[in-house]
C-alpha cells in the first residue's frame, strides 16, 4: 500500500518526534482513517530502530589513530615542500603560482581591512603564492611557496611593479603582480615577455598595486631582488628546478574538499573544478589549455598559457 | 580538556590535542565515512583525509556551529568528493559488486541458522546494502539522522542544505529503503526467505 503523499514527509517527521502540536495532531486524525499511513509509519519506525542499531560494533580499523598521526606529522613536514615542478626545456618562462590563501596579504596589504565576504571567497580561492626565480650563476629556478610561508621583508617592497614589467625594462627579474585584486605575482627571468593580456592587466594592477605601497620601489632596484639563498630561508626550492623555456605554464594546487569552507580561507579545501574556475578568471582573455597532474587532492593542474 | 580549549590546542597544532581528538570523534568520522562510503579501505583514507582537514583548518574555525557539526560536515565533504572522484576516474563499483568493504556486516556463514543473533546480523547486512542503493544524497542523509543521530539541524549543516531540503532528502531516502527492503521480503515481512536472498546476492 501507498502512503499518501502529502503525508510522506510529515510521518517521518513523526517518527522522528519533531512536528509540533498541531502537525501531530493533524497526523494522529489522519493515521486513524488511513490503513496505508499506518502501515508506512510502522515501517518507517521499524526501520529507524534498524538503522539505529546497524552499526552496532562496527569497530576502528587496527592502526587508525596510529595511522592518523603519523599522517598529521607527514603534513607537518610537508608544510614547507610545496609541490614544485619541473617543466620540459626550451627558452621563455614559466610562471608558477600555487594556490595559497595567506600569501596575498603578507605580500601587499598588511594592513588592509578585512575583505568583504565576496572577496574573501575569492581569496581563498584565487590567491597565489609567488612564483620566483634566481637568477644567478645564470640559472634559473622556480619556486613557489605554500601556505604558512612568511614572506621576507625584500619581498615586501621589491617586487617589480607592473609598468617594469609590461615594458620588458625589468632588470635581474621582473615581475608583475596583478589579475583582478593584485592577486598574482609573478617573476620571470629578465628577458621575459608577457602575454598581451597580461600586459595589459599589470597596466591596471598599477594603480591597485601603488594604493598599497607594494610598488612603490619597483623600478628604483637594479640588484638581485630575490637570492635563492634568501628564498630557502622561508621555501623549499627543488635543487634543481628551473624554468621552462618554451611555455608559460601555471600551476595550481588542487585539492579535494569542501566549497562550503571557502570563506575560511583554507585554500586546501579547493576542488579541482574550482581550481579550473579560478584560473579562468585569473587568466581571463587568454587562450590554454590544462593538464591535470594526476587529478589527486594535492596535485596541480598545469595551465598552458 | 573542553571543546574550546582543544580547538585552540588544535589551532596551535598541539599533537596530543590531536589524539585527543582521534579518540574523541574517530569512530564517529570513520563510521559515517563507511556508511557512505561503503568501503572500509576508503573510510580509512577518508578519515584520515578529514582529520588533516581538521588540522589544516583549525585556525579557521569560527565556533559558529558546535565542533562535531563542523567535523561533520567536513566529513560529508570528503565523503561526497572521493565519490565524485572515483565516478570521475570510473573506479567507481556498484554499490553491490566489487570486493567490499565491511566485514563485520558481512554473513559469515550462507547456511540458513534460525537462532537471534544470526537474524539480528542478517537484519543488519540487508539494512546496509539496501543503504547502498540509494543516492549519495539520500544515503548520507539517512547516515547522519538514523544511524549517526544527529539532529535536523545539525545534519542539514553537514550537508550544507537548508533543513526543509534535508527533511525531504530523509524522507525519500527511507522510502526507497522500504521498498528495497519490502522487494527483497526479509526486512518487513518475516520470517524471511533466506534462499531468494543468497541468490539475488550471487
Redesign the interface.
Known amino acids: 500500500m501507498t502512503a499518501c503523499s502529502q503525508y510522506?514527509?510529515k510521518?517521518?517527521?513523526y517518527a522522528?518526534g519533531?512536528l509540533s502540536d498541531g502537525e501531530r495532531a493533524e497526523v494522529e486524525v489522519h493515521l486513524e482513517g488511513c490503513a496505508a499511513c499506518r502501515e508506512?509509519l510502522a515501517?518507517?519506525i521499524?526501520?529507524?530502530a534498524?538503522?539505529?542499531?546497524?552499526?552496532?560494533?562496527?569497530?576502528?580499523?587496527e592502526g587508525?589513530?596510529a595511522?592518523?598521526?603519523e599522517?598529521?606529522r607527514a603534513?607537518?613536514g610537508r608544510k614547507k615542500r610545496v609541490f614544485i615542478r619541473r617543466f620540459g626545456t626550451a627558452a621563455a618562462a614559466v610562471f608558477v603560482i600555487a594556490a595559497a590563501v595567506y600569501i596575498r596579504p603578507a605580500l601587499f596589504d598588511k594592513n588592509e581591512a578585512a575583505p568583504s565576504s565576496a572577496q574573501s571567497i575569492r581569496m581563498a580561492n584565487e590567491t597565489y603564492s609567488a612564483a620566483a626565480t634566481a637568477e644567478a650563476a645564470g640559472e634559473n629556478r622556480v619556486v613557489c611557496g605554500k601556505?604558512d610561508m612568511q614572506l621576507p621583508s625584500f619581498i615586501d617592497n621589491p617586487v617589480k611593479g607592473p609598468a617594469a614589467a609590461a615594458a620588458g625594462g625589468a632588470d635581474e627579474i621582473n615581475g608583475g603582480a596583478e589579475a583582478d585584486n593584485d592577486e598574482i605575482v609573478m617573476c620571470g627571468p629578465e628577458d621575459m615577455v608577457l602575454p598581451s593580456v597580461m600586459q595589459a592587466e599589470h597596466a591596471d594592477g598599477t594603480a591597485a598595486e601603488a594604493e598599497n605601497g607594494a610598488a612603490e620601489k619597483a623600478d628604483s632596484d637594479a640588484g638581485p631582488l630575490i637570492t635563492r639563498e634568501a628564498l630557502e630561508d622561508i621555501i623549499y626550492i627543488e635543487p634543481d628546478a628551473r624554468f621552462d623555456e618554451e611555455a608559460f605554464a601555471f600551476v595550481l594546487t588542487v585539492r579535494?574538499?569542501?566549497?562550503?569552507?571557502r570563506d575560511?580561507?583554507?585554500w586546501?579545501?579547493c576542488?579541482q573544478s574550482e581550481a579550473e574556475a579560478v584560473m579562468r578568471d585569473a587568466a581571463s582573455g587568454m587562450e590554454y589549455e590544462y593538464t591535470p597532474m594526476n587529478?589527486e587532492?594535492g596535485e596541480g593542474i598545469v595551465i598552458h598559457v | 580538556m573542553d571543546e574550546l580549549e582543544l580547538i585552540r590546542k588544535l589551532k596551535a597544532?598541539d599533537?596530543p590535542a590531536?589524539?585527543q581528538l582521534?579518540?574523541d570523534y574517530?569512530?564517529k568520522i570513520?563510521?559515517t565515512a563507511?556508511?557512505i562510503l561503503g568501503d572500509?579501505d576508503a573510510a580509512?583514507d577518508a578519515?584520515?583525509?578529514v582529520?588533516?582537514?581538521i588540522?589544516?583548518?583549525a585556525a579557521?574555525?569560527?565556533g559558529n556551529s558546535a565542533l562535531s557539526t563542523w567535523i561533520y560536515?567536513?566529513t560529508v565533504?570528503?565523503c561526497l568528493?572521493?565519490k565524485r572522484?572515483q565516478r570521475?576516474?570510473k573506479l567507481y563499483t556498484p554499490p553491490d559488486g566489487g570486493e567490499d568493504e565491511?566485514p563485520?556486516?558481512r554473513l559469515p556463514d550462507p547456511s540458513p541458522r534460525p537462532d537471534e543473533a544470526y537474524e539480528?546480523r542478517e537484519?543488519?547486512a540487508e539494512?546496509?546494502d539496501a543503504?547502498k542503493m540509494l543516492d549519495d544524497d539520500q544515503r548520507t542523509a539517512?547516515v547522519l539522522?538514523?544511524?549517526q543521530?544527529l539532529s535536523?539541524i545539525e545534519a542539514a549543516e553537514a550537508m550544507?542544505c537548508a533543513e526543509g531540503t534535508f527533511?525531504?532528502r530523509?524522507?525519500r531516502a527511507?522510502?526507497n529503503?522500504?521498498e528495497i527492503?519490502?522487494e527483497r521480503g526479509n526486512?518487513?515481512a518475516r520470517p524471511a526467505s533466506k534462499s531468494v536472498k543468497e541468490g539475488e546476492r550471487s
Open positions: 510522506i514527509e510521518l517521518n517527521t522522528d519533531m508506512y515501517d518507517i521499524k526501520l529507524r534498524g538503522l539505529a542499531g546497524a552499526d552496532g560494533g562496527a569497530e576502528l580499523p587508525f589513530k595511522g592518523v598521526i599522517a598529521l603534513e607537518k601556505e579535494s574538499g569542501a566549497a562550503q569552507d575560511a580561507k583554507n586546501e579545501l576542488t587529478g587532492a | 597544532g599533537e590531536f589524539e582521534v579518540d574517530g569512530k570513520y563510521s563507511l556508511r572500509a580509512q578519515s584520515q583525509d582529520f588533516l582537514k588540522y589544516g583548518a579557521s574555525f569560527k560536515r567536513i565533504n570528503v568528493d572521493s572522484r570521475r576516474l565491511d563485520q556486516a539480528s537484519t543488519r539494512i546496509l543503504l539517512v539522522r538514523d544511524i543521530g535536523y550544507g527533511k525531504s530523509l524522507s527511507r522510502g529503503l522500504r527492503l519490502s526486512f518487513f
